[in-house]
């Protein structure tokens, strides 16, 4: 019997009408990357976070890394769809982390956490025309919908920073 632990992941040719799913795939990743780091700073924000706004921080950044953890799989299959692979590894994932000080306060991490949403919309934005350039509707949907998410993470953090 064969050992069917040996298959290796590769690339696959995507001819579903794409002019450049190579191009949109690598977009993509960076995105991906981008939100799996927004995803373990929220969760390290979540777990950190004290002062008089501890509950709402805390619940908040508990909905929202939820809420990344879930788009990370999403924006993944993608990437998969378009017939690429995904980074293979944490170091390849995350990529360099986010500069944070070493002990932050409730109102530097909140602040540090707008700041990645609003850098995720504009990724999110280039992606989509992108996406649009390479006739992958797919994909500039889903790219249109998370920098809603994004832009509106933004928006209630800065309302608790303010």
């Known amino acids: 019997m064969a050992d069917v632990l040996t298959t290796i992941s590769t690339a696959d040719k995507v001819s579903t009408g794409i002019k450049a799913p190579k191009k949109v795939a690598t977009e993509l990743n960076k995105a991906l990357s981008a939100t799996y780091r927004l995803l373990i700073d929220t969760h390290v924000t979540h777990w950190n976070v004290e002062g008089p706004m501890f509950y709402s921080i805390h619940m908040l950044t508990e909905a929202q890394y939820g809420e990344l953890f879930e788009a990370t799989d999403v924006l993944a299959e993608r ?36 700041e990645s949403h609003e850098e995720l919309a504009r990724m999110m934005h280039d992606l989509a025309e992108t996406s649009e350039e390479a006739r992958d509707i797919v994909t500039a949907d889903l790219a249109t919908a998370r920098s809603g998410v994004h832009e509106k993470a933004a928006w209630m953090l800065r309302s608790m920073a303010a």
């Open 79 to 114: 990437v998969r769809a378009l017939g690429s692979l995904t980074p293979m590894g944490a170091d390849a994932l995350i990529g360099k982390p986010n500069a944070v000080a070493e002990k932050p306060s409730a109102r530097e991490m909140v602040e540090a956490l707008a």
